[in-house]
């Protein structure tokens, strides 16, 4: 799961956009955290139109969207693929490395 931060860049898709037509998604800013699967976006039209959603569903992993009619928003693949690798290599280390914790000196 990638956490959501102000700033981070994602794909909206709305009635207009859904993927079921074929449209391309609009992209977007997280302007606000409501948490790992809510945030409320501000972006662009294919026309180059400002919007802005509060409280749009963001997709995590193997999410489905509650509603297309009301829009969500999903990590662009690029994203995806890096928190991937990312924790691809964490899994790594963590078996190639173990953690050796002190042992407590009994008293």
Request: net charge negative; aromatic share 10%.
């Amino acid at each position: 799961m990638i956490s959501p931060t102000i700033g981070r860049v994602v794909l909206f898709y709305d009635s207009y956009t859904s993927k079921e037509n074929g449209a391309q998604p609009w992209p977007a800013l997280v302007c606000h955290v409501w948490g790992d699967r809510c945030v409320n976006i501000a972006g662009f039209t294919s026309g180059g139109m400002f919007f802005s959603r509060s409280s749009v569903q963001l997709l995590q992993d193997e999410d489905e969207p509650a509603s297309a009619a009301s829009g969500f928003a999903e990590w662009m693949p690029y994203q995806k693929g890096q928190a991937a690798k990312a924790e691809a290599l964490e899994q790594q280390l963590a078996t190639t490395n173990p953690v050796v914790t002190p042992t407590s000196a009994a008293a």
